[in-house]
């Protein structure tokens, strides 16, 4: 798979990730990729932000592991109806490590997919 190209201050963000997150941030960016080859990634709010067709997807790192935020709820791909324990009450997608374990990739491109479609 080719690499997203990001700029110095993606990479600092991507650099800066905690060991325990930093594979759960490399699964969920790399997805992002498989679901919208197109996207580009510019740092946006102080977070990496995926964009394609008008649309984005911010992933963050927080205190448990890491957030995705930007999805809106018709377009999710069904994703917070399985997982609704993930979702916050402010819209955001909180995944811990060992949360994220048990979810499939392909789950997780539905919920790119349906965030970048446009």
């Not at 990001?6 to 905690?18: E, F, K, Q, S």
């Not at 964009?51 to 935020?69: E, P, T």
């Not at 018709?74 to 909180?94: A, M, N």
Request: overall charge neutral; proline content about 6%; cysteine-free.
């Amino acid at each position: 798979m080719t690499e997203i190209p990001v700029d110095d201050d993606v990479r600092g963000y991507i650099d800066a990730i905690p060991a325990g997150y930093r594979p759960l941030f490399d699964r969920l960016h790399g997805l992002i990729h498989r679901a919208r080859p197109d996207v580009t990634v510019v740092m946006s709010y102080k977070m990496p932000t995926y964009k394609a067709g008008g649309r984005r997807v911010l992933l963050a790192v927080w205190k448990h592991g890491i957030s995705v935020y930007g999805w809106r709820k018709d377009d999710d791909g069904g994703f917070v109806e399985r997982h609704p324990r993930l979702k916050t009450s402010t819209g955001t997608i909180q995944l811990r490590p060992d949360d994220a374990a048990a979810i499939s990739d392909e789950e997780f491109l539905d919920l790119f997919r349906g965030a970048l479609a446009g």
